[in-house]
């Protein structure tokens, strides 16, 4: 008996220490396949991650491929806008030239009849005006696109000032209007674009003059303020809605306009007036109290640091413009026309060529002191014309003077380097065009003839 009770105490100790073992591995067992599951569901976690990411990965390169494109379209648009804007001021520039030589010839040859002056003046005036919203227009679409750079160089400001009233006076004289001009005994001394500069306040002339009625008051003055130089104009026209100020400058933005009133705009102007002040370290702000009250535009420009540039001052008397031989290429007949009159009837002898071919004939088949040469030539167009009249005479090359509908400065420069000495964009005032044949003459002895 107490051998079988041993035999069988040992053997239920064995079972249970086989028990306690087999439960152990059990539960080692449970927990690896409780730790399989977790790395499980973290796979399963991290796997989605993954898939996210490369979802995430996927949206951003589209996402930057659109973003690409889109800056690709725009910067198409934009330069099909400068593009379309460019041929359209080109377009429209090409009927303004007649219309502008024939509005001076009317002038010249009404025989002092009033009727006739009138008219002329009308003519005029709506032409400039026109002229002057290709302008803003271009300088728009140029400003915003970074293609306006400034030539700057020393200047006087008064300079600047008389400028663009000599610009503006036949307008406020014509409406009655009273100018009143304070500026100072010291130079102030700038550094700006002389162009540019003279436009801006040409523009906020015209403003006070176009929103000002017949008989009102117009005030420019001018004065140092500290480092700065300030020219304020201010008018009692019809000021500006409170509501308006703080957008005045933005573009293409107008106060209300009446049905009777005669000039509008494009709401261009003023925008480019800030760019331009910026774009010479200054500032510009408008003040009004209100419709009917007036208002005011006060720029300020940095005065240049040392003395202010020597004024040129010539004691030789002008010498009477003497006649010379011009040959004016140009395929609009009726601006050919009335240009071809103008110069005659101010003693010049002139030979005609409606295109680029009879042009580049005509001026090698007889020489002639001033060439005035279109652009836009068929056939031959004006830059051909002039590299091959540059090439083929070896001396006494005419002065040579390139008429446009294209205004961009680079338009401008090809020109200069293509051979010509000097640019007008059209419609070339009549007066500077005489003027520049005028002084073409000292390149030609009086004997040349």
């Known amino acids: 008996m107490g051998t079988f009770d041993d035999a069988h ?150 300079e ?43 523009n906020l002339l015209g403003n006070a003059s176009k929103y000002t009625g017949d008989g009102g008051r117009i005030a420019l003055r001018a004065w140092r303020e500290e480092e700065q130089a300030a020219v304020r104009l201010s008018d009692d026209g019809a000021g500006i809605a409170l509501d308006m100020l703080p957008q005045i400058f933005d573009l293409f933005i107008q106060g209300p306009r009446s049905l009777a009133r005669s000039e509008g705009g494009l709401g261009i102007g003023l925008n480019v007036v800030r760019n331009l002040v910026g774009m010479h370290g200054g500032t510009v702000v408008a003040e009004s109290e209100g419709e009917g009250r007036g208002s005011s535009f006060t720029v300020r420009l940095p005065l240049r640091r040392g003395a202010p540039p020597a004024l040129e001052i010539s004691d030789a ?55 005035i040469c279109d652009i836009g030539l068929p056939g031959l167009d004006g830059m051909e014309v002039i590299g091959r009249l540059r090439a083929g005479l070896a001396c006494s090359t005419p002065f040579a003077i390139a008429l446009s509908g294209y205004g961009q400065g680079e338009d401008r420069e090809r020109a200069l380097a293509a051979g010509f000495d000097q640019y007008l964009v059209k419609p070339a005032a009549p007066d500077a065009l005489l003027a520049l044949v005028a002084g073409s003459t000292d390149r030609w002895p009086a004997t040349s003839r």
């Open 9 to 158: 105490g040992g053997s239920g100790q064995r079972s249970q220490a086989d028990g306690e073992a087999l439960q152990a591995r059990i539960a080692a067992l449970e927990a690896e396949l409780s730790h399989a599951r977790i790395l499980a569901r973290e796979r399963e976690r991290l796997e989605l991650q993954v898939e996210q990411l490369r979802e995430a990965n996927e949206h951003l390169v589209m996402a930057t491929v659109s973003a690409q494109s889109l800056r690709d379209l725009a910067e198409a648009t934009n330069r099909r806008q400068t593009e379309f804007l460019a041929m359209l001021a080109h377009e429209l520039r090409n009927p303004l030239a007649p219309l502008s030589m024939s509005a001076s010839l009317l002038g010249s040859l009404g025989g002092g009849s009033p009727q006739l002056t009138q008219v002329a003046g009308v003519v005029r005036r709506q032409v400039d005006h026109m002229a002057r919203l290709l302008d803003d227009l271009l300088d728009a679409a140029r400003i915003s696109s970074g293609k306006i750079t400034l030539a700057l160089r020393p200047l006087v400001l008064a």
């Open 160 to 202: 600047v000032l008389d400028q663009a009233l000599e610009t503006v006076a036949p307008r406020i004289r014509e409406r009655g209007q009273r100018l009143e001009l304070e500026l100072p005994d010291e130079s102030l001394a700038i550094d700006g674009d002389p162009v540019r500069l003279t436009q801006v306040f040409a």
């Open 317 to 371: 008397p002008e010498a009477a413009p003497r006649a010379c031989r011009i040959l004016l290429i140009e395929d609009n007949r009726d601006a050919c026309d009335t240009l071809r009159i103008l110069l005659e009837l101010a003693g010049h002898e002139v030979t005609v060529a409606y295109d680029g071919h009879a042009g580049l004939a005509a001026a090698q088949a007889q020489p002639v002191e001033v060439l």
